[in-house]
């Protein structure tokens, strides 16, 4: 299965930790493995429930000059598990109404696969009539998202598209 996944690849400082928000594919690239933690919405929660094993997740740059995707990872956990930051008093994140024996917000772990070849913009992906149906165009605040088969295949190809200038962040 594949999925879309949003994170900031700019610098954005949490007024209540004072800890930088930013994380970008980079990052990811220089860690092991990563918890997809601190997202609140609810449909995106399912979305983390639903992932598994091995599934592939296209990279999102979001709230940044130029959102676009820009690199794949791979679920390495085999399921979702409680995420840490619900139960921080001190976090953003946290949730009063979650407990140990009851979370409320869970977290894949992911890993990274690679950088794209080039970036595929937002912009870029609204002037194209095949992605209308893509999530990311009907429902674009949702920070995970499914992704069919089909269009995992022709963003990859996309991505390929050697007459296009690479900008990653």
């Given at each position: ?157 996309l991505s390929n598209d050697s007459g296009k200038v690479d900008d990653t962040d």
């Amino acid at each position: 299965r594949y999925w879309l996944i949003k994170s900031e690849p700019e610098s954005r400082i949490d007024p209540k930790t004072g800890n930088d928000s930013k994380f970008s594919i980079r990052d990811l690239s220089e860690v092991d493995c990563e918890p997809w933690d601190g997202v609140r919405n609810y449909e995106a929660k399912n979305n983390l429930l639903n992932m598994a094993l091995n599934d592939i997740c296209l990279f999102y740059h979001s709230n940044c000059k130029n959102p676009g995707i820009v690199g794949l990872a791979k679920v390495v956990s085999k399921e979702a598990k409680a995420d840490e930051q619900q139960f921080n008093s001190k976090s953003t994140y946290f949730d009063s109404k979650a407990t140990r024996e009851n979370p409320r917000w869970w977290c894949p772990d992911v890993s990274f696969l690679c950088l794209l070849n080039r970036k595929i913009s937002l912009a870029e992906l609204k002037d194209l009539k095949q992605f209308e149906e893509l999530m990311l165009m009907k429902r674009g605040r949702l920070s995970v998202n499914p992704v069919s088969s089909e269009h995992f295949s022709q963003l990859i190809e996309l991505s390929n598209d050697s007459g296009k200038v690479d900008d990653t962040d």
